[in-house]
């Protein structure tokens, strides 16, 4: 079992439909990211959260530490957040999740 | 800033050539990460450093593969002597602590 699991693996979706991804952990933690890597190979980092909830523009990430949990939602989403998305937990290195491949279809 | 930068951005080498991949993180920023993503392995963490000190390399492959960071400017990925199954894209990225780490642009390298 891997330390980090992403659901779905592939999502396809309408413009304007709110988008959520999950990702779970097994490790201990001191942060996880959230990162976008779009078709062009490029990497960006979204969110670094250690707790609670984040928001920045239509991107939500929330994580709960009891549970091992993390989602990151988009909100109205748009053609241009297609791209794969990216958990990875950090503690004294880093882990990462599989990515989800997400299509917004307009 | 510039951000991270990384050359060369593309490299092609033939199996057994030596490879050596180039960092320059973002100023100020203490720690370096150097990553391989493959389609079959996904983004994997190779070594990091904090302060110019390789603090975990138990990513690295094998001891074909060796890191450096001189000073707080620069580090280098080597490979020595490189295989086909080293071709993916390599990343470097940096960080301030434990705060958002800021990647490179990426290397794609392809051994023949």
């Known amino acids: 079992k891997n330390e980090v699991e992403q659901s779905p693996q592939n999502l396809t979706a309408q413009e304007g439909e709110f988008i959520t991804i999950n990702c779970s952990y097994s490790?201990?933690?001191?942060?996880l990211h959230w990162l976008q890597q779009h078709p062009g190979g490029g990497i960006v980092s979204l969110f670094m959260?250690?707790?609670g909830k984040k928001k920045h523009g239509r991107l939500i990430a929330t994580i709960n530490i009891q549970e091992k949990h993390s989602s990151l939602h988009i909100t109205a989403s748009h053609p241009r957040d297609s791209a794969v998305y990216i958990c990875?937990?950090?503690?004294?290195?880093?882990?990462f999740g599989a990515g989800t491949r997400l299509t917004v279809k307009p | 800033d510039a951000g991270v930068i990384q050359s060369p951005r593309h490299e092609v080498t033939e199996m057994g050539q030596e490879v050596t991949l180039r960092c320059k993180p973002i100023?100020?920023?203490?720690?370096l990460f150097w990553y391989r993503q493959t389609m079959m392995r996904g983004l994997e963490l190779l070594i990091y450093?904090?302060?110019?000190?390789?603090?975990?390399d138990s990513g690295m492959p094998e001891d074909r593969f060796s890191a450096k960071m001189p000073n707080a400017s620069f580090s280098t990925l080597k490979i020595q002597p490189s295989e086909p199954r080293d071709s993916a894209v390599y990343f470097c990225?940096?960080?301030?602590?434990?705060?958002?780490?800021?990647f490179g642009p990426g290397t794609r390298l392809t051994v023949l």
């Open positions: 990875a937990v950090r503690n004294n290195d880093m882990r």
């Open positions: 959260l250690s707790s």
């Open positions: 990225a940096s960080s301030f602590g434990t705060d958002t780490q800021y």
């Open positions: 100023s100020g920023h203490d720690y």
């Open positions: 450093f904090n302060n110019n000190v390789p603090i975990d």
């Open positions: 490790v201990g933690i001191s942060a």
